[in-house]
């Protein structure tokens, strides 16, 4: 799965949990200004990589890149699937 697809499943899995994880497109826009290649992403797309970077669920590639169509390893999604974890039960 890439990146931002992973990012988009997180959200939505907060919000089944009974998370509301919400974002208006310009604050989304403000969080992800850090790094320089989100500039290309769909509203949606934006708003759900800054829930998850804004959580301290995604946390970028390195050197201001988040390299969103990026596939994720085993080793980055379990490293995701815990620091889900650790926001769903308020540990973050």
């Keep these: 799965m890439s990146r931002i697809a992973t990012a988009q499943l997180i959200v939505n899995a907060l919000s089944d949990v009974g998370m509301q994880p919400f974002l208006t497109v310009a604050d989304a826009r403000e969080a992800l200004a850090d790094f320089a ?16 970077v804004e959580l301290g669920i995604f ?34």
């Design 37 to 52: 290649d989100l500039g290309n992403l769909t509203d949606a797309e934006a708003v759900a990589m800054a829930i998850t």
């Design 59 to 92: 946390q970028g590639a390195g050197d201001g890149l988040m390299n969103p169509s990026q596939t994720l390893q085993r080793s980055q999604m379990a490293s995701l699937a815990v620091r889900m974890q650790d926001v769903i039960l308020g540990i973050h």
